[in-house]
């Protein structure tokens, strides 16, 4: 049974910095797609970054030169930098994997991670 949990959310100031980690365990091969997603309250789930094995990369216009997502494929973990961050990149977010493309849609994904809260405030 494959298990994803992510971990480093919290609460940070607007221009600050946070990274998010999320591990995968139970998987009887490497996962090949990665995802980072997140939802606001009150607002519909986005994409905000994506990885495969090979370390090609996608994001929203939203986060691009904000966000970097990476990997270590030895420990099945994938992180998300976050840099500059603003109130409205405030939401909880979410760790996915098991997906066929590398894709920033949630329909894509599989496995999910429970989720972790991020709060962009002053």
């Known amino acids: 049974q494959v298990q994803v949990v992510e971990s480093g959310g919290g609460s940070v100031q607007p221009g600050g910095s946070l990274r998010l980690s999320c591990q995968a365990s139970?998987?009887?091969?490497?996962?090949?797609?990665w995802g980072w997603f997140r939802q606001a309250s009150g607002k519909q789930r986005e994409g905000v970054a994506a990885?495969?094995?090979?370390?090609?990369?996608i994001y929203p216009h939203s986060v691009e030169g904000r966000f970097t997502i990476s990997q270590d494929n030895a420990k099945n973990t994938v992180y998300l930098e976050m840099n500059t961050l603003k109130p409205e990149d405030t939401a909880i977010y979410y760790c996915a994997t098991g997906a066929n493309a590398l894709s920033l849609r949630g329909f894509s994904y599989k496995y999910w991670g429970q989720g972790t809260q991020v709060t962009v405030s002053s």
């Open positions: 139970g998987y009887r091969d490497r996962p090949y797609y």
């Open positions: 990885i495969a094995l090979d370390s090609r990369t």
